[in-house]
Nanobody
Framework: QLQASGGGLVQAGGSLRLSCAAS????????MGWFRQAPGKEREFVAS????????YYADSAKGRFAISRDNAKNTVYLQMNSLKPEDTAVYYC????????????????WGQGTLVTVSS
């Protein structure tokens, strides 16, 4: 029900925009978020956006460089990533749910399959 796309290989300092398209139901009223998992590391929170009112939340590592947005008409959430660093290399997952704590993965009910972002130095 969640399809992430937009990953790829980019040089350090470059930009990518990830998209997550939802299908099967509308997600306009629920929070949507991005998490990532680097090789050998645990999944970590990146950013989240509330439904309707659209309040946003970011991990410290993403603040000032990443921007999350959503287009409820398209049932899609985006993650604009700028000034990418090699340490941003990971599989990025989108998620949706009626979350209480935006950074807590277990609050999300729906998960996409992930898209790989590789940042070369």
């Amino acid at each position: 029900q969640l399809q992430a796309s937009g990953g790829g290989l980019v040089q350090a300092g470059g930009s990518l925009r990830l998209s997550c398209a939802a299908s099967g139901r509308t997600f306009g009223s629920v929070a949507m978020g991005w998490f990532r998992q680097a090789p050998g590391k645990e999944r970590e929170f990146v950013a989240s956006i509330r439904g309707n009112a659209g309040a946003t939340y970011y991990a410290d590592s993403a603040k000032g460089r990443f921007a999350i947005s959503r287009d409820n008409a398209k049932n899609t959430v985006y993650l604009q990533m700028n000034s990418l660093k090699p340490e941003d290399t990971a599989v990025y997952y989108c998620a949706a749910g009626q979350v209480f704590l935006p950074a807590r993965a277990r609050d999300y009910d729906y998960w996409g399959q992930g898209t790989l972002v590789t940042v070369s130095s």
